[in-house]
């Protein structure tokens, strides 16, 4: 660390020129091959631009296996424009491209950091979107790309106009600005290191705050070098660093996190506090039975098993403990499920290299996504950067009916106006209410991680009773002690909230998201046709934990007492997400009866949901409907994904089409609706 100390930052200058060509990525592929062939495109808003751009399309899962600047040749090989995918390897690059355009949630998906970081190298300097998604925006700063929702600097910047870079950074916080101004984070966190940036301190006085604010306070860093943590209380637009209580990893992230590292501070300097790091095997345990024969011919299995080689390497070098591979194959746990199980606290801050850490705020822990940088960096501080969001109260008012679960109640909040249109995007999604409060911790934990759906920094719940006997089955903790845990742990009756969601849970119904984006969600009943399907899949993080086991094994038995096994036509595939929720179902007797039905059981591991495990579609015509959380394009496979509950994947693969299950606990003959 001591060469940290004694390295020479350089700063931006204060104008931004830009060298290279504009590429719009647009709705009609035939713009886009224009583009490629070497014509600019004279835009105007009548050439609709696309929206919703997913980091599974800037870089596909596959083009994640490299972690260094090869994936410079990948940017946007998944992009969708009509049916085509117009843009393959090299296009950018070779098209000398340095400004990339395009509409509404750019960016929206997985906290990938290899997306941000395949535009850099491949030439991208400047990024312009009508809205940018948190993560992937904090991403791009971390590396040095700049970001712009403002249209017009294109034109400027096509007449070689040098704009100032106080036009980038306007309405930017002090640190975020100043990060920009360093040309990324590391040089900045080097900078501050070193004493020569300041960090404004948080001066808000005391006021009525929310659940998110109040830990946020709790673990605002006052002074690096004397390890000072906290403050009275924060309000949206406060910024700095916030001190973490976990730090957690994967193999699609690590790698790069660790060359970065290693290259950057050094190969033998110590991780900070590394017994609040954690690292996982967890997605690509099963991606040999999911890559094709062509990729395989292309080395990528060869250049993907390298990633968990580099990750256990810098495991071993640094003592931190990997949640790796089981002798049975796949993993002991999926990140998320075993960090709520086992890690995750009421009133903890927890940072992940997944989109999907906000799983654990069903316990009312502060837990959010970050990308390959910011978790480098954390390495060296132990602290991460945050701007204090904006919240947003979603209060489900009443109790749900028969049949409808945490999985319905999302994706009626997806289809939002004001989520669908983005107005979430980078706030806090606290959830409340009765129907709420009726959760299990599992059940909580589907609203909370797919608060990364809603485009949400986080989502959180007030822990309760419920929560104290969670953590008195996983923890073992005595019942004063995790009560003790949730002090505090409230909103307060004056908070304020940016947006309030108010729902009456007795008008949501069993749901299905449409292919294409979770957010395409609508009531089974308005169906008009029977959709057949050739593949149901209850699994990933959001599906695989124990009440989800439960509500499978509910419908599977259902149908055997009423003389049904998994329709011929289908394959139901059910994975857990940790060695803890197989040892469960073992114990219930699950594994016989979800064989006696059809099923085909899974070891932990994401693989579908990432398209890199059994139950991914292999073909355009299948149809699959899935308990996980995302359905973007290529997402899991070429198919046609619908998202639905356990209970509505368990009944559709019992029947061979999307059907939900209305049954209550005394089956009765109807319960397959």
């Not at 712009?148 to 306007?170: G, H």
């Not at 409230?490 to 940016?498: E, K, L, M, V």
């Amino acid at each position: 660390m001591t060469d940290l100390l004694r390295r020479n930052i350089p700063r931006r200058g204060d104008t931004v020129a830009v060298d290279g060509r504009v590429l719009y990525l647009t709705e009609d592929p035939k713009h886009i091959r224009s583009q490629l062939a070497g014509e600019d495109l004279n835009w105007d808003p009548s050439i609709a631009l696309r929206n919703d751009i997913s980091t599974d399309e800037i870089t596909p899962g596959w083009v994640c296996f490299h972690h260094d600047e090869t994936l410079g040749e990948f940017p946007y090989v998944g992009l969708t424009a009509g049916d085509e995918t117009p843009i393959g390897r090299g296009d950018v690059k070779g098209g000398k491209f340095a400004i990339s355009v395009s509409g509404k949630r750019r960016g929206k998906g997985s906290s990938r950091e290899h997306s941000p970081y395949a535009e850099m190298v491949a030439g991208i300097q400047l990024v312009v979107a009508e809205n940018i998604e948190r993560i992937y925006n904090q991403n791009c700063i971390n590396l040095g790309i700049l970001t712009s929702t403002d249209f017009k600097v294109i034109d400027r910047l096509q007449r070689d106009e040098s704009i100032p870079l106080s036009e980038f950074t306007a309405g930017m916080d002090d640190t975020t600005r100043q990060i920009v101004e360093h040309g990324g984070l590391f040089n900045f966190n080097v900078a501050r290191l070193q004493g020569k940036v300041v960090v404004a301190p948080v001066e808000t006085g005391m006021r009525g705050m929310t659940l998110a604010e109040k830990i946020f306070a709790r673990h605002m860093v006052t002074d690096l070098s004397q390890d000072a943590v906290g403050v009275p209380a924060v309000q949206p637009g406060d910024s700095g660093f916030v001190r973490t209580d976990l730090r957690f990893s994967h193999e699609y992230v690590t790698p790069m996190a660790s060359i970065f590292y290693e290259t950057m501070v050094g190969p033998d300097v110590p991780v900070r506090e590394k017994d609040s790091v954690l690292f996982f095997r967890d997605h690509l345990t099963f991606l040999e039975m999911a890559m094709t024969p062509a990729r395989i011919k292309m080395g990528l299995l060869d250049v993907a098993n390298q990633l968990a080689v580099k990750q256990e390497a810098f495991s071993k070098a640094q003592g931190i403990r990997l949640y790796g591979e089981t002798e049975r194959g796949g993993s002991e746990a999926i990140c998320h499920s075993k960090v709520l199980e086992s890690y995750a606290l009421p009133g903890q801050l927890i940072i992940g290299s997944d989109s999907h850490t906000p799983h654990s705020g069903a316990v009312g822990c502060l837990a959010f996504g970050v990308g390959t940088t910011a978790i480098f960096n954390s390495w060296v501080t132990q602290d991460t950067m945050v701007r204090v969001p904006e919240n947003v109260r979603v209060e489900v008012r009443g109790r749900c009916r028969p049949g409808v679960t945490a999985k319905d109640i999302i994706l009626d909040i997806l289809r939002q106006p004001y989520v669908k249109d983005g107005h979430a995007i980078g706030k806090v999604v606290e959830y409340c209410g009765e129907a709420i409060e009726a959760l299990n911790v599992d059940e909580r934990a589907t609203l909370t991680n797919m608060a990364a759906e809603v485009g949400a920094f986080t989502g959180i719940i007030r822990p309760d009773e419920k929560t104290v006997e969670y953590l008195m089955h996983w923890r073992k903790m005595d019942r004063a002690t995790a009560q003790s845990l949730l002090e505090g742990l409230y909103s307060d009756d004056d908070a304020t909230w940016d947006h309030e969601i108010i729902l009456d849970a007795n008008h949501i119904q069993p749901m299905v998201a449409l292919p294409g984006d979770p957010g395409n969600g609508v009531p089974l009943s308005d169906l008009a046709d029977d959709i057949k399907i050739d593949i149901a899949y209850g699994g990933s993080c959001t599906a695989g934990k124990i009440e989800d086991m439960d509500m499978y094994a509910r419908v599977l038995q259902a149908g055997l007492d009423a003389g049904l096994t998994v329709h011929p036509d289908v394959t139901f595939w059910i994975q857990f997400g940790s060695q803890e929720v197989r040892d469960y179902c073992l114990r219930e007797g699950y594994l016989d009866l979800f064989d006696a039905a059809g099923a085909k059981v899974i070891e932990p591991s994401c693989g579908a949901c990432i398209n890199a495990g059994p139950g991914v579609s292999d073909n355009r015509d299948q149809v699959t409907v899935s308990a996980i959380n995302r359905n973007f394009p290529g997402r899991s496979g070429p198919g046609q994904m619908y998202l639905a509950s356990p209970l509505t994947v368990a009944a559709s693969a019992l029947t061979g089409v999307i059907t939900p299950f209305e049954g209550d606990d005394e089956v009765e003959e109807g319960a397959f609706a």
